[in-house]
């Protein structure tokens, strides 16, 4: 039996997995998180064969959680539930450690195929996914301009992008004012931009932002 931890802040959504993986015999939800302290907490508490994690948890960045999990259970396979498009998070993800990327409009099918894609140890992502991956390990595309960037770098861009202040973002995330400018100014030369409006458009057209 496929026991799967799932993690999303939509009870609605929670209940509805729990409902598709209910229909197998081989998957069970043993457990659900809102939060990503509670993800975390029973991933240390007690023994999964996957995650369901939505990558927009209350409490952290999902790139960061994934990280966070990924240190304590290297070996626990992590599949990416998110309604941000391929484009968005899809390599950064599995780069990160995902073992898959799953849109939230993808049919129940496709959910229940890639739990256990995961659970036996693949991967799983879409013939697109798999042929951007390809490219950019082969190193045939640059891909995005937020894709130079590094994961603590993408956040803070989000949060610039956002409309925060350096200062706010520096009280966000515990960190002193002169960490957050040097970052911005990283992020500006990598991307290259020369100001918090630029990043604001660009994050807004490529939809990482509301």
């Given at each position: 039996?496929?026991?799967?931890?799932?993690?999303?802040?939509?009870?609605?959504?929670?209940?509805?997995?729990?409902?598709?993986?209910?229909?197998?015999?081989?998957?069970?939800?043993?457990?659900?998180?809102?939060?990503?302290?509670?993800?975390?907490?029973?991933?240390?508490?007690?023994?999964?064969?996957?995650?369901?994690?939505?990558?927009?948890?209350?409490?952290?960045?999902?790139?960061?959680?994934?990280?966070?999990?990924?240190?304590?259970?290297?070996?626990?396979?992590?599949?990416?539930?998110?309604?941000?498009?391929?484009?968005?998070?899809?390599?950064?993800?599995?780069?990160?450690?995902?073992?898959?990327?799953?849109?939230?409009?993808?049919?129940?099918e496709k959910l229940i195929?890639?739990?256990?894609?995961?659970?036996?140890g693949g991967r799983y992502?879409?013939?697109?996914?798999?042929?951007?991956?390809?490219?950019?390990?082969?190193?045939?595309?640059?891909?995005?301009?937020?894709?130079?960037?590094?994961?603590?770098?993408?956040?803070?861009?989000?949060?610039?992008?956002?409309?925060?202040?350096?200062?706010?973002?520096?009280?966000?995330?515990?960190?002193?004012?002169?960490?957050?400018?040097?970052?911005?100014?990283?992020?500006?030369?990598?991307?290259?931009?020369?100001?918090?409006?630029?990043?604001?458009?660009?994050?807004?057209?490529?939809?990482?932002?509301?």
């Amino acid at each position: 039996m496929i026991r799967v931890l799932v993690a999303d802040d939509h009870a609605i959504v929670r209940r509805g997995l729990r409902q598709i993986l209910a229909e197998t015999q081989d998957i069970m939800v043993g457990g659900e998180a809102a939060t990503a302290q509670e993800a975390l907490q029973l991933v240390r508490d007690e023994r999964w064969n996957a995650v369901i994690l939505d990558i927009s948890l209350p409490g952290a960045d999902g790139l960061g959680l994934l990280a966070e999990i990924r240190r304590e259970r290297p070996e626990l396979p992590v599949l990416i539930l998110t309604v941000h498009s391929e484009d968005q998070y899809a390599v950064r993800a599995i780069k990160a450690g995902a073992a898959g990327f799953l849109t939230k409009e993808s049919a129940p099918e496709k959910l229940i195929e890639a739990v256990r894609k995961v659970a036996g140890g693949g991967r799983y992502v879409s013939a697109e996914l798999a042929e951007n991956l390809a490219s950019f390990l082969a190193g045939e595309t640059a891909g995005a301009p937020h894709e130079r960037l590094s994961d603590r770098e993408f956040e803070i861009m989000k949060m610039l992008a956002s409309g925060e202040t350096v200062s706010e973002v520096a009280r966000e995330l515990s960190l002193s004012v002169k960490t957050v400018s040097t970052h911005r100014t990283r992020i500006l030369k990598k991307m290259g931009m020369k100001t918090n409006a630029e990043l604001t458009h660009y994050a807004v057209r490529a939809r990482l932002v509301d």
